[in-house]
């Protein structure tokens, strides 16, 4: 039986069957945060000027198997106006699991030329996409049916599983960094704190580590999560996630003062390590290795499985789980230029750029 598909202007309750996309999640392996409804609600209700929201659904009887939330707008890149269709959620999320059910890859397939249709664009860009059978074939059938595309290696993301040996020190130079940092943060006075925050805690938590990033080379330079354009949907959508005992938080405090902080977010029992910062006048005490130790005995205590470092740059990636990871885990990145005359245009310049870079 063909599927068949509906669009919705919104994610909110009153026009959008949660209940039918909850149950779609709970069918998906490797569901993310960033795919839970909450997150994506709030991150909807706080659009960047000119972004318009469409999900597409699809339907066999009353059971949804496709869910595309996007968001459709105009941007100028290389000199050129685009039309430009993404996946809500970007930049703030950091890994995505397309919500298509497992097998069915004619209705992914089936699903482009409803977006071409009411979404017109010239780049349809999907970031941060876990691979999966599913997706990887019909978004492959998508890049037939393009002018051009692309599925490129966005980060090779370090994970560690919690085991048994995490009880002990770890071995090699990160014992020796931990221990000099330990004796660092007792001779200032520097307390480790845990936090669990509900929905009706987590603004002062959020007002503490929204302070440290500010005053960090994050916030000289607006690129930190809490930074202008961002802040106002970060803090509804870590309520949201708090609402659900999804937010973890570790933190060094001096004087009652929060001095470093790393922010977790907890899926399946796995901690997505999603943000950190550190005020300057403590770059040299070794607070993240501090912290990220923290979340490793945190796990043994909760019966966590994996910690996560959710994202890394794809060049010159120095997070510290590296130190202590288990394994990789691939994202990747989906373009595709329309066969419109500004996808052919666009389409060349990147080309173009790209072989004078390289």
């Given at each position: 039986m063909s599927p068949h598909f509906a669009w919705h202007a919104s994610l909110e309750a009153a026009v959008f069957p949660g209940d039918a996309y909850d149950a779609l999640l709970a069918r998906l392996p490797g569901v993310t945060p960033f795919n839970r409804l909450s997150w994506l609600r709030a991150l909807a209700r706080?659009?960047?000027?000119?972004?318009?929201?469409?999900?597409?659904?699809?339907?066999?009887?009353?059971?949804?198997?496709?869910?595309?939330?996007?968001?459709?707008?105009?941007?100028?890149?290389?000199?050129?106006?685009?039309?430009?269709?993404?996946h809500l959620g970007w930049p703030l999320a950091d890994r995505l699991v397309l919500a298509i059910e497992p097998g069915q890859v004619a209705a992914l397939?089936?699903?482009?030329?409803?977006?071409?249709?009411?979404?017109?664009?010239?780049?349809?860009?999907?970031?941060?996409?876990?691979?999966?059978?599913?997706?990887?074939?019909?978004?492959?059938?998508?890049?037939?049916?393009s002018f051009r595309w692309e599925n490129r290696l966005s980060c090779l993301v370090p994970e560690h599983l919690i085991c048994e040996e995490d009880r002990n020190e770890p071995k090699g130079d990160v014992r020796y960094a931990l221990r000099r940092a330990r004796k660092h943060s007792a001779a200032i006075g520097v307390a480790l704190r845990r936090a669990r925050p509900d929905a009706g805690s987590i603004g002062a938590l959020l007002a503490q580590i929204g302070a440290v990033e500010q005053a960090s080379w994050k916030g000289e330079r607006g690129v930190g999560i809490f930074s202008p354009g961002n802040g106002e949907a970060i803090t509804e959508a870590l309520r949201a996630l708090a609402a659900e005992d999804r937010v973890r938080a570790v933190l060094l405090e001096h004087e009652g003062r929060c001095v470093s902080y790393r922010l977790g977010l907890l899926e399946q029992g796995r901690l997505y390590d999603y943000n950190l910062a550190f005020l300057p006048c403590c770059a040299r005490l070794g607070g993240g290795r501090l912290l990220l130790d923290e979340w490793v005995r945190w796990g043994l205590d909760e019966g966590w499985r994996?910690?996560?470092?959710?994202?890394?740059?794809?060049?010159?990636?120095?997070?510290?789980?590296?130190?202590?990871?288990?394994?990789?885990?691939?994202?990747?990145?989906?373009?595709?230029?329309?066969?419109?005359?500004?996808?052919?245009?666009?389409?060349?310049a990147v080309g173009i750029w790209r072989l004078w870079k390289d």
């Open positions: 706080h659009p960047r000027p000119g972004q318009t929201l469409r999900a597409l659904t699809a339907w066999q009887d009353e059971r949804m198997i496709l869910c595309l939330p996007l968001l459709h707008c105009r941007e100028r890149k290389a000199g050129l106006p685009l039309r430009v269709a993404r397939t089936a699903a482009l030329p409803h977006i071409r249709r009411a979404l017109p664009h010239t780049l349809l860009q999907l970031d941060e996409i876990l691979p999966t059978p599913t997706s990887d074939a019909g978004l492959a059938a998508w890049g037939a049916r994996w910690i996560d470092a959710s994202r890394v740059s794809r060049n010159h990636s120095r997070h510290q789980l590296r130190e202590r990871m288990s394994g990789q885990i691939e994202q990747r990145r989906w373009r595709f230029y329309s066969r419109r005359p500004g996808g052919l245009a666009f389409a060349a």
